[in-house]
């Protein structure tokens, strides 16, 4: 069993940066991929970055791409996402997510572990 925990979500103002981390304990594999996901109120949970467990592979989705970024901290078993230049329709819980298989997926499905969730909110 692999244990996630997200933290670093608030109240920022559109433009403004957030710094999310997710700590991972328990049965954590060199060769898991890490994932980043959101969901906003009455909408589906959709896939923002990913990151091989080397770094050396990204994944981002387009909407964000230029203003996020995933990065990973295998020493301490923690992954983090840096978001730029937010937007109020960044708002949303961002999940952290883990893939036993390291295929940095953009799929919610591939994922084999998920966080609790961090609320971020972007007012305008």
């Known amino acids: 069993q692999v244990q996630l925990v997200e933290s670093g979500g608030g109240l920022v103002q559109a433009g403004g940066s957030l710094r999310l981390s997710c700590a991972a304990s328990g049965r954590t594999f060199s060769s898991y991929a890490m994932g980043w996901f959101r969901q906003a109120p009455g909408k589906e949970r959709e896939f923002v970055a990913a990151?091989?467990?080397?770094?050396?592979?990204?994944n981002y989705a387009d909407s964000v791409k230029g203003r996020f970024t995933i990065s990973i901290d295998n020493a301490k078993n923690t992954v983090y996402l840096q978001m730029n230049s937010l937007k109020p329709e960044d708002t949303a819980v961002y999940y952290c997510?883990?893939?036993?298989?390291?295929?940095?997926?953009?799929?919610?499905?591939?994922?084999?572990?998920w966080g609790q969730g961090t609320q971020v909110t972007v007012s305008s």
């Open positions: 990151i091989s467990r080397s770094s050396f592979v990204t």
């Open positions: 997510a883990a893939d036993s298989t390291g295929r940095v997926a953009a799929r919610s499905y591939e994922y084999d572990y």
